[in-house]
């Protein structure tokens, strides 16, 4: 019998990883979804995970040696300013005038989730943190956008990956401006194989997957970039 291989990834990697595993026989895997900061908890808590995709490379840097096998870095994250009522010529400019005059923006956890790092670097950066009247953190960054896709909060700070998720599942409406990479640290998100992964060939197959000119295409494709 096939060994299953139990993944957990951070949220925002979760639509991407699934039409990767669609590739294969999906039905020698078992995905978990969560924030990094909240998987890395719970993988130190010994959480019986063979592979970890995490939005930041700072999370599986810190997994030990007794617990991490290997490890690689299989994207680079990037950030938008979302405004569900805007129109489609939303840019820089008027997401500025609208993070400031809004009565509340939602983000991620700041602490939790690498997406809502980057988000607090971002707006540190343009002075607009002493501006913003309210936040709304999102645990993770779906919970962050599922504020924005509600109607609960008007405008949000989430990953080009759920954008571009969104438009394919034709659910998307307002304006987003991809914010300039040169405004918050870089997005390493690295992967890491576990030990308890690293004699199964499912997550064996998985692993080399990611190295593949193919499925590298389709991490951009969902909004990524690649090393």
């Known amino acids: 019998i096939a060994e299953t291989c139990y993944i957990a990834t951070a949220s925002n990697f979760y639509p991407t990883l699934k039409i990767i595993i669609n590739t294969i026989d ?73 993070l400031t005059d809004s009565k509340k923006i939602a983000l991620a956890n700041t602490k939790l989730a690498p997406y809502g790092n980057a988000a607090d670097e971002f707006l540190k950066a343009l002075k607009l943190d002493e501006k913003v009247r309210k936040y709304v953190f999102g645990e993770n960054i779906n919970q962050t956008l599922n504020f924005v896709k509600s109607g609960s909060v008007k405008i949000g700070i989430v990953s080009l990956a759920q954008i571009i998720q969104l438009r394919k599942e034709k659910k998307f409406q307002g304006g987003v401006w991809i914010v300039d990479s040169d405004l918050y640290s870089p997005i390493i998100q690295d992967v890491a194989l576990l030990k308890s992964g690293s004699e199964k060939k499912s997550c064996d197959t998985i692993w080399k997957l990611l190295s593949e000119k193919k499925i590298k295409q389709l991490i951009k494709d969902t909004g990524y970039g690649v090393y």
């Not at 870095?73 to 300013?81: E, L, N, Q, R, S």
């Open 26 to 98: 999906t039905s020698q895997y078992k995905i978990s979804s969560g924030s990094s900061g909240k998987i890395f908890a719970q993988i130190m808590n010994k959480a019986p995970y063979d592979i970890f995709f995490s939005a930041d490379q700072k999370r599986v840097n810190l997994l030990p040696e007794t617990i991490k096998y290997n490890q690689k870095t299989y994207a680079y994250g990037k950030i938008v300013v979302w405004d569900k009522n805007a129109n489609s010529d939303f840019n820089k400019k008027l997401a500025i005038k609208k």
